[in-house]
């Protein structure tokens, strides 16, 4: 949506002429909008979670330098927001020659195109119509699978031809994506699946910043922030990038997963955490937001998955909403507010999982997706449960069993059944979980499914399964 100027701003070029305003570039926008945020202390990228030591300072220095920037990472790494959120350093307004013919947003004092040189040689400044751009619309991005020369370049246009053009004329042209972004942002997603012939296109673009169409040198001097995005195992294979265009990009951002589990799970919270209110609320325990957390990271790890083409942080977010919508549909039926998730809602992560993991085919031995998928879940609960039990202590939890008692859990059971079955919780259960596991029969019912679990993972307990449901004892 556009976003349209609610201040008085001069609405011809003699005004602009009077109000002081000088023209910059781009990349000096950028540069002194960085510097005064930077300077006042104010947040440079929000939102940007676990790159304060790694990634931001490779674009402050990119920003600083006046560089184009390749940001390279796996998918889910936070570039295309990061490249988007760039925008924030150019200058809010900006003035622009308000005239149909003109192609692109025309400096008023620096016009590029032959249109807009000539309206300026033989308009007087009152003549000369002034709009205004708001940074928000300064921005555009492609990708690359696809993409023609025409699309981002441009092309001759047949219809001005027979209309007794010359084709060697500017006036000739209809202007691809790049050259209409003149004076904002342009960003080419997956720069490794390009086409050759428009990869060649972009020379002179980053370089000399003008454009050739056909065999045909425009000599535009256009101002704009070219940014790209690509793969590792795709940008570093031979042939897939021209090298020539390698050497024209100032800077590559290097990307990463988080470092640490709770870096993920701020994540996670920060971008799904207000989906848990309603009608039919859901709290969720510290405890799943780890295990849905760390079953990403042993995603990340896991030999059987191919770690070229990522794990990406929307695993985790398929993931968290899925156990989510399981509790609250429990919830629902039930009559269970708030609505608690427990690990047997992991048992719907098939659904928001699969197609998600790229298996390594030389290394799954004939496993199927989903034997790769319980295994990294069954290896998140143990690593999980175990740092409970190191914490807590928790050695209390198996007396329970030990007279016999026999717990079955399932997705659909009400909360209350588990109630009936554990009468008394341990007191360390209470220490161990941030949620009171004996004030709260949903709560209860998912700390129960968490230590059983893990017990069952540390070969305490033994475990069935019968008809979805499954049954732990001693």
């Known amino acids: ?14 005004e602009l002429r009077e109000s002081g305003w000088k023209p910059k570039t781009v990349k000096q926008e950028m540069r002194d909008n960085f510097v005064r945020m930077l300077a006042a202390g104010e947040p440079l990228y929000p939102g940007i979670i ?24 796996e998918k889910g790494q936070a570039k295309s927001r990061i490249m988007r959120m760039l925008v924030r350093f150019l200058d809010e307004w900006i003035p622009y020659i308000d005239h149909p013919d003109l192609p692109v947003h025309e400096d008023p004092e620096q016009p590029i195109s032959a249109a807009g040189k000539k309206l300026v040689a033989n308009h007087s400044p009152d003549e ?24 981002i370049i441009g092309e001759i246009d047949p219809a001005k031809l027979t209309g007794g053009v010359s084709m060697s004329a500017e006036e000739a042209l209809s202007f691809g994506l790049i050259p209409r972004m003149h004076r904002g942002i342009f960003a080419m997603n997956e720069l490794p699946e390009l086409d050759d012939l428009v990869q060649v296109g972009l020379f002179n673009v980053l370089e000399e910043r003008d454009v050739q169409i056909r065999g045909y040198p425009i000599q535009f001097d256009l101002d704009l922030v070219i940014l790209f995005s690509a793969n590792p195992s795709t940008y570093n294979r031979s042939g897939k990038v021209i090298p020539q265009l390698k050497d024209r990009i100032g800077t ?4 990463h997963y988080p470092d640490e589990r709770d870096q993920g799970i701020e994540i996670l919270q920060q971008e799904v955490g207000s989906e848990l209110d309603g009608a039919y609320p859901v709290q969720v325990p510290y405890f799943m937001y780890q295990i849905v957390e760390e079953i990403t990271v042993q995603a990340r790890k896991s030999k059987y998955i191919d770690q070229s083409s990522g794990v990406s942080a929307r695993f985790s977010m398929a993931n968290f909403r899925t156990i989510v919508a399981s509790a609250r549909q429990r919830g629902v039926i039930h009559g269970e507010k708030p609505a608690v998730p427990r690990i047997s809602d992991l048992g ?3 659904a928001s999982s699969l197609g998600k993991l790229e298996l390594d085919m030389m290394g799954t031995h004939q496993m199927s997706e989903r034997q790769v998928l319980d295994s990294v879940i069954a290896q998140a609960i143990e690593v ?35 109630a009936e079955r554990l009468q008394n919780v ?13 004030e709260d029969e949903a709560v209860r019912a998912s700390c129960v499914e968490f230590v059983l679990a893990g017990l069952y993972s540390m070969d305490r307990i033994s475990r069935s399964q019968r008809h979805g449901q499954i049954q732990y004892e001693l």
């Open 1 to 14: 949506m556009k976003v349209v100027a609610t201040t008085t701003k001069p609405s011809n070029l003699g």
């Open 50 to 73: 676990g790159y304060d030591a790694t990634v931001i300072p490779e674009i402050n220095l990119a920003i600083l330098a006046g560089h184009d920037m390749l940001f390279l990472g």
């Open 128 to 151: 000369i119509k002034i709009a205004w751009w708001h940074r928000s619309d300064r921005y555009a991005e492609r990708l690359s699978p696809g993409t023609k020369f025409a699309d």
């Open 252 to 255: 590559i951002v290097q990307t």
């Open 348 to 350: 719907h992560l098939y």
């Open 384 to 418: 999980v449960f175990r740092e409970y039990v190191e914490e807590h202590g928790l050695s209390e939890i198996a007396e329970i069993f030990r007279s016999g008692v026999r717990v079955e859990v399932g997705d659909m059971l009400p909360s209350r059944e588990y």
């Open 426 to 438: 341990p007191p360390a259960w209470d220490k161990a979980f941030e949620l009171n596991a004996s």
